[in-house]
């Protein structure tokens, strides 16, 4: 049991370590589309994590009474389900937000996100696990169009979830076009990948580090515990 | 032969479930989706002819003439507490940017002004098109501040300025496109309910609500 991955790793590898939108870079055709305001962000997310949770679960639960050559048949088959139950649902208790995602909702379908888990990890793993990593990955996809919505909304409207916050801002309208969204996501990218190239560059310091310690060990045959490994 | 039946059968079963799930789901949200679209259709006749209490269906009132072929246009006439027409709100459906656009527009009795307007649905896009329903751009279609398109001077025409005459709407920046789709549907709409009930229907506000608008009609 010490070599599998534990259930809190399951959730928390979706929201930074394999982040769905800044590290597998999933899903970018809703990411950019309806990331407008920070709002989208989250009922979009919020759509994503019931749409993944559901999926992830039945396909964990059926997956070996479906044969190989049918699977993603019969996988599409399934998710399109849940959103059409996510997209009448929208429809029926939150017009206002249903109306305001358009196409978006039932696009979740073809989202590479959903397929992507229960190809690479729902179709290999039991349901818990399943349902686990569906909650991180979609945590992790509603963080991510969260920021990016709040980021736009705050430079393109002067608002944050509706309330003004920058009274006296003259609104980059580029900022909740097309464009805006390249720019934003992209910049994001960046800062994300300095973020890991850094914590990177320093954990692999300090391995090197810890293996000259080793080498300097097996050289000089000084035992683990002695005084020499105290001072490194 | 025996994966490929067990191949049909999976498939099969999937549909049957997922289709049996839907159609029940389906019974659920269907009434709710129509009565949140009856629900903001009426809002919405009681929005764009500010004042109004209760409405008039076109078919109530215009019920001698016989409806044109290709469709009646839907309206509603706005009555007050006194039972004095106040407007009409009419609703209007056109290709907007990226799907039809579905409006309705309140106007004067006597069709000179606009009273307001509200887009009861639209597929605009997100955060520029959509600006159609919210914040100043359907303000511009009502007559606050005595600042409403007056259509004495022909239908309304879009600009990107600041309006200089009394026909003219301005542009949302960055949504010209839909800005002009809601014009045209606003001046289709509007001519479309003048033929039906003709221009002095309803007799300036005043008198009985609904014979005025028989008797022009009927001529």
Known sequence: MKARVSARQEVLKGLWDQNPVFRQLLGMCPTL?????????????????????????????????????VRIAAYIVIIATFVTVV?????????????SLGAFIP?????????????????????????????????????GLTFLGSLREVLGS???FGVTVLPSWEPWVVMILPAG???????????????????????????????????????????????????? | ??????????????????????????GWAQPLIEANETKVKMAGVMEVVPGGVSSKTLAEIASATPAPPGGDVEAYQVLDAQGQVLGWAVIGEGTGFSDKIRLMVGVAPDF??????????????????????????????????????????GPLTVVKAPPGAANEVQAITGATISSKAVVKIVNEGVARLRARVGAGAAGGGTGAPAAPGRGEAGR
């Open chain 1, 87 to 99: 997209d009448l649902t929208m429809k029926a208790r939150f017009p206002e937000l249903s109306s």
């Open chain 1, 107 to 143: 696009l979740i379908v073809v989202n590479c996100i959903i397929l992507g888990r229960a190809e690479a990890f729902a179709s290999k793993n039991g349901p818990w696990r399943s349902v686990l990593d569906a909650v991180g990955m979609g945590l992790g996809f509603t963080f």
């Open chain 1, 181 to 232: 969204g390249f720019l934003t996501l992209g910049l994001i990218l960046g800062g994300v990948n300095l973020i890991t190239r850094t914590v990177e560059a320093r954990r692999r310091r300090a391995v090197v580090e810890a293996s000259r310690v080793t080498a300097r060990i097996a050289v000089t045959g000084i035992a683990p515990g002695s005084p020499a490994r105290g001072e490194a």
């Open chain 1, 33 to 69: 589309a309806v990331t407008v305001t920070a709002l989208n962000g989250v009922a979009m997310g919020a759509a994503v994590v019931f749409v993944l949770v559901c999926s992830n679960l039945m396909i964990s639960l059926v997956r070996k009474w479906i044969p190989g050559q």
């Open chain 2, 1 to 26: 032969m025996k994966t490929m039946l067990h191949m049909v059968a999976t498939l099969v079963i999937v549909g049957l479930v997922a289709g049996a799930s839907l159609s029940l789901v389906s």
């Open chain 2, 112 to 153: 000179g002004r606009t009273l307001g307007i509200r887009i009861l649905k639209d597929a605009e896009t997100p955060g520029l098109g959509t600006k159609i329903r919210e914040g100043d751009f359907p303000d511009r279609f009502f007559g606050r501040g005595g600042q409403a398109p007056s259509l004495g001077d």
């Open chain 1, 158 to 160: 002067g608002t944050l």
